[in-house]
């Protein structure tokens, strides 16, 4: 209701205020929606935006950030890690500040966790045309660099009036808080709209709490998703990364408690039961484990819970060998649910789980299959072992004992975050995680540059926690830029830079497809590693480093680096990007296509063993 009451306010003034009386509540908990602001400033937003910052500094809080892109990656960890009930806007300028953004908004997007972005926009009024950065578009003068954020938004409107921000503002709080349709929301706000006067109904500051829903299962589909687990003799459990944003671990442990149905994690799922859980199987797919890829080759009914089924998981649809297989899917997300030609069940993860332990009560699998899938478990259990202990402590450690060293040392307060390269593969092969959030890999977007700024975002998230931002030489060069970040706040982040002189993981996939790893090692013409050292680097950006030669170098280090106050990074060389990480081989196909015809014998060798998996692949129809 209207009280008739106006407050004069800029449109950006007007903006600030608004979000900072916005929150979420689920279960009974209220959160703060919007708890910060990034921003790099420039003449799109300096005088609207940032003139905003500072005249509402009491009631939104700025962050300053390096790189647009980063920026977003560190709002997309703090909204991970708050179970996206909470989130952050980022502001840019017009231009390349914009366009800057394109990669990070993919990255929330494909991963379904929420940020605001709002880059400023060229004139709306348009007094001088082209302005300084503007793209010109000869047959449409409407449009901007910003449209490049359309395909990877959510949510996209263009601010042009003042009055305009009261509608689009809504539809974009609506979005961000929906578990179907949250992703990247983007307001772009032209810099004179910004800076212009209107009188705004005092409604539009109220406080406002977005309920973040608990869709129940549909009775029927609850009835058929029970009925194909009950006949199941060898069903699976596939635990994606809906378990954890719906705070679902407590209902997914009963229910494997209850049935005894072994439970396989993708990378957004892996944590979702504790590592020592009897039903825990490990990570699934093609950087999955032994035990888990083995129980999927012979499952005939599937929960999956939570997941996109992306090609990691199904081995590129290879992996679900069972003639019989049938799937269930329960999924907020209707899309999600009907994938695999599964059964729907169309609910929160939480809510679906709990109803289907009632379903299922007294339905428990044969012990034969416990036994099986124990053993299996405690085999594979040996080769982490073999991979993560030395011979020699003296010796240069390989990637996989660089991550041994470090899982003799955190606790489950401890939250390891990585994305791209090599170590996502034998972190979810080999990590035994200890807390439903410690394990933090961005496998939907896979994005090099995400780990550090995501650090950042994290242990604002989790303060007092150990954050640690696993990163390879080539991600590390990709966006070293928020370590100055980190010093300026004094967030105490802990960076592992792993230094094999080149792109180690896609060497080797040039080399399995007959790529001969063309362009992916860090060498002088003459063959020689470049001389290049990244922990000066680092050091140069204000960070505390640690230099670890040998694998007795390598434990203390980060026994040190994990009780720092400050920002601290350790540094280890490991073997040539051109060797193994150590870590045991992958146990399924992934599907990148080979050249059909060539000359050079390791790509006509590469394509007879492609076609060779190729023959295992199903349509689940």
Not at 169 to 193: C, E, H
Not at 223 to 233: G, Q
Not at 342 to 362: F, H, K, M, N
Not at 392 to 414: E, Y
Request: net charge negative; hydrophobic share 45%.
């Amino acid at each position: 209701m209207s009280t008739g009451k106006a407050r004069r306010l800029t449109t950006a003034q007007a903006l600030i205020a608004f979000l900072a009386r916005q929150f979420t509540e689920r279960d009974g908990e209220r959160r703060r929606l919007i708890t910060a602001t990034w921003g790099i400033f420039g003449h799109g937003n300096v005088a609207g935006i940032g003139q905003a910052l500072v005249e509402h500094a009491d009631e939104m809080p700025y962050l300053q950030g390096r790189n647009e892109q980063a920026m977003v990656h560190a709002a997309v960890g703090y909204a991970r890690q708050s179970e996206r009930l909470s989130a952050h806007a980022v502001t840019t300028s017009i231009g390349p500040g914009a366009t800057n953004l394109v990669t990070g908004a993919a990255l929330a997007t494909v991963n379904r966790l929420p940020v605001l972005l709002l880059p400023g926009d060229v004139f709306a009024g348009r007094p001088a045309d082209p302005v300084l950065q503007q793209l010109e578009v000869p047959g449409a003068g409407d449009v901007s660099v910003n449209d490049a954020l359309r395909p990877v938004s959510k949510y996209f409107d263009r601010i042009t009036r003042p009055e305009q921000l009261i509608p689009a503002a809504l539809a974009a709080l609506r979005v961000l808080t929906d578990p179907v349709d949250t992703g990247a929301v983007t307001l772009a706000l032209p810099q004179d709209v910004q800076a212009e006067a209107y009188d705004w109904p005092e409604e539009f500051f109220r406080e406002r709490v977005w309920r973040v829903r608990r869709p129940a299962p549909d009775p029927a589909e609850l009835a058929d998703a029970a009925a194909a687990l009950r006949t199941a003799r060898r069903p699976l459990i596939v635990a994606g990364g809906g378990v954890r944003y719906s705070g679902a671990e407590n209902a997914l442990r009963a229910l494997a408690d209850a049935s005894g149905i072994p439970v396989a994690a993708t990378q957004a799922g892996k944590g979702a039961l504790p590592h020592g859980h009897p039903a825990d199987v490990g990570g699934i797919g093609h950087t999955g484990t032994a035990t888990a890829d083995a129980l999927a080759r012979t499952a005939d009914v599937v929960l999956g819970v939570g997941t996109r089924w992306t090609d990691f998981t199904t081995a590129s649809a290879t992996l679900f060998q069972h003639p019989g297989v049938r799937f269930v899917n329960l999924n907020v997300a209707p899309a999600d649910a009907a994938k695999l030609a599964g059964l729907p069940l169309v609910a929160d993860a939480r809510t679906g789980l709990e109803a289907l332990a009632d379903a299922l009560e007294g339905v428990r699998v044969e012990a034969s299959y416990a036994t099986e899938y124990t053993d299996g478990k405690e085999a594979w259990e040996h080769r982490v072992s073999a991979a993560f202990t030395p011979a020699d402590d003296s010796a240069r450690p390989t990637q996989a004992q660089v991550l041994g060293a470090l899982d003799t040392l955190v606790t489950g307060d401890d939250i390891l975050i990585n994305a791209a390269g090599s170590l996502p593969g034998d972190l979810h092969k080999l990590w035994r995680p200890r807390s439903r959030d410690q394990y933090h890999v961005e496998y939907g977007y896979s994005c090099m540059g995400y780990e550090i700024p995501a650090a950042i975002g994290v242990a604002l998230a989790a303060p007092g926690r150990p954050v640690w931002a696993l990163v390879g030489d080539g991600t590390y060069l990709m966006n070293p830029t928020e370590i100055v970040t980190a010093v300026r706040e004094g967030i105490p982040i802990k960076v592992v830079i792993v230094q094999n002189h080149g792109y180690a993981s896609i060497g080797g996939l040039s080399e399995s497809v007959g790529a001969e790893r063309l362009g992916t090692a860090y060498r002088t013409h003459g063959g020689d590693p470049l001389p290049v050292d990244l922990a000066a680097n680092a050091a140069s950006l204000g960070m505390r480093m640690l230099r670890a030669k040998t694998v007795r170098d390598l434990r203390e280090a980060l026994a040190v680096a994990r009780e720092s106050t400050v920002p601290t990074g350790v540094y280890t060389e490991t073997e040539t990007a051109d060797t193994v990480s150590g870590a045991p081989p992958a146990q399924a196909w992934w599907d990148v296509p080979v050249a059909e015809t060539a000359t050079r014998s390791p790509a006509v060798e590469a394509r007879a063993e492609y076609d060779r998996h190729v023959t295992a692949r199903r349509r689940h129809l």
